[in-house]
Nanobody, 121 residues
Framework: QVQLVESGGGLVQAGGSLRLSCAAS????????MGWYRQAPGEQRELVAR???????NYADSVKGRFTISRDNAKNTVYLQMNSLKPGDTAVYYC???????????????WGQGTQVTVSS
C-alpha cells in the first residue's frame, strides 16, 4: 500500500511562516505530480501548488510570491514553504500525489490525512 504523511502545520501569527512536509511511502514505482490543496470550513478544496517530477510548478494566484513548493525525488517528499501568511490562508492542507505503484502500469491519486494551518490576525 501507499501512504502520504503530512507534517508541519500549526498556529502562526499573520506575517509569519510555516513549512509543510509530505512523505510518500510504500510500494511506489514512480511519482508524477505532487501537490498541496487546502480546504477552509464551508469551502471547496482548492489547489494551492503542484510540482512535476521534472520540477515544473504552478500556483494558485492567491499564494503566488508567498508560497514555494519543492520536492526531493529521492525521498518521495514534497514541501510547501509558506511565507507572509494571512488569516485567509487558514485551512486544512492536504498533500496529493499522482503515482504508479510497483507492479502496476496506471496512475493512481493518493491523498494525505491533512494538517491544520491556522493564521491569527
Amino acid at each position: 500500500q501507499v501512504q502520504l504523511v503530512e507534517s508541519g502545520g500549526g498556529l502562526v501569527q499573520a506575517g509569519g511562516s510555516l513549512r509543510l512536509s509530505c512523505a510518500a511511502s510504500g510500494s511506489i514505482y514512480s511519482i508524477n505530480v505532487m501537490g498541496w490543496y487546502r480546504q477552509a470550513p464551508g469551502e471547496q478544496r482548492e489547489l494551492v501548488a503542484r510540482i512535476t517530477s521534472g520540477g515544473s510548478t504552478n500556483y494558485a494566484d492567491s499564494v503566488k510570491g508567498r508560497f514555494t513548493i519543492s520536492r526531493d525525488n529521492a525521498k518521495n517528499t514534497v514541501y510547501l514553504q509558506m511565507n507572509s501568511l494571512k488569516p485567509g490562508d487558514t485551512a486544512v492542507y492536504y498533500c496529493n500525489a499522482d503515482l504508479i505503484r510497483s507492479g502496476y502500469y496506471h496512475i493512481t491519486t493518493y491523498w494525505g490525512q491533512g494538517t491544520q494551518v491556522t493564521v491569527s490576525s
